[in-house]
């Protein structure tokens, strides 16, 4: 048995419900062992809700190939993986927990009772979001390092604006998270993960992280978000992030923001967020941003570009 693995005990009457959700999209290579270990989970009742983004290799032959009850298949037109997931998202069938899921990862059996358990300590009527660490692998599963999850200090809405969001194939959240997702209209998103992320942190989710390993998370030249490797690569995905991409990171809270006509946003959050929203229109609002020390990363060029 693997070291911190969850037993039976605390499961004798109920063996929850999760709903996974993954978007695939010319996962021919690696599809198969993902699905694979999502289906050996071990202590929850599966299901596996598909949607595949266009595909136009073996992708959905392979997964028409398992047979399973478990598994949902739908098929649509390439909306690219964050609307996909979106899409998943909006239309997922009621649940008593929800996993994202990458299409090219694998799985240890204990992922998702381990969030489960966790995420079922103290209160369970509040909205939790649960964050694992995961193993970062090559396209052959050799293992490249460890990649800890379990922040030294809270996750924030402010500094999740401006840099940090879990992979989302690490989260697996309550029913009552989704609830509030599911109510959202976002004109723009980023991505799932971070779209997740800012709602949860906005709507004073419990947000609990993990140092256990949920996942082997495969780094191979055909991944879509990966792991970055230098400073070097890091400045250049937030130069593009900042300027290229129409400041995206504004562009989010923005939305964010707007979404204070669906969901719960407590005064305090609403002001954070016009400090981002109405940035631009004197010198007086940058000037009370930038003297904002909520809005603040560990990384100093994190800060400038901010």
Request: proline share 3%; hydrophobic share 35%; aromatic share 12%.
């Amino acid at each position: 048995m693997r070291k911190g693995l969850i037993t039976m005990k605390g499961y004798e009457n109920r063996i929850p419900k999760v709903t996974v959700l993954l978007s695939t999209y010319n996962g021919e290579k690696y599809v198969k062992d993902l699905i694979d270990s999502v289906l050996n989970q071990k202590l929850v009742n599966i299901t596996l809700s598909i949607r595949d983004d266009g595909s136009k290799d073996s992708t959905v032959n392979i997964i028409r190939d398992f047979h399973d009850h478990r598994i949902k298949l739908v098929r649509g037109k390439n909306i690219g993986p964050q609307r996909s997931f979106i899409k998943l998202m909006k239309e997922a069938e009621k649940s008593d927990y929800y996993a994202y899921c990458d299409q090219d990862d694998i799985w240890y059996e204990d992922k998702l009772c381990r969030a489960v358990r966790k995420m079922e300590e103290g209160k369970t009527d509040k909205p939790k979001l649960y964050i694992s660490t995961y193993e970062v692998v090559d396209s052959g599963l050799k293992h490249i390092k460890k990649y800890d999850m379990n922040f030294e200090r809270p996750l924030t809405m402010e500094e999740t604006i401006i840099y940090r969001a879990p992979s989302a194939c690490t989260m697996v959240f309550n029913e009552r998270l989704m609830s509030i997702l599911q109510r959202t209209n976002p004109s723009y998103v980023r991505m799932h993960d971070f779209w997740t992320l800012l709602v949860a942190e906005a709507v004073n989710a419990d947000i609990i992280t993990d140092d256990h390993a949920g996942l082997k998370y495969r780094q191979h030249s055909q991944s879509t978000v990966g792991i970055l490797p230098t400073v070097g690569i890091r400045l250049k995905r937030y130069w593009f992030s900042a300027v290229k991409n129409k400041n995206e990171r504004w562009r989010q809270a923005k939305c964010l923001y707007e979404e204070k006509r669906n969901i719960p946003l407590s005064k305090e959050c609403i002001e954070a967020l016009e400090k981002v929203v109405f940035y631009r229109y004197s010198f007086w609002n940058k000037w009370k941003l930038l003297g904002d020390r909520r809005f603040r990363a560990e990384e100093v060029y994190v800060n400038v570009l901010f």
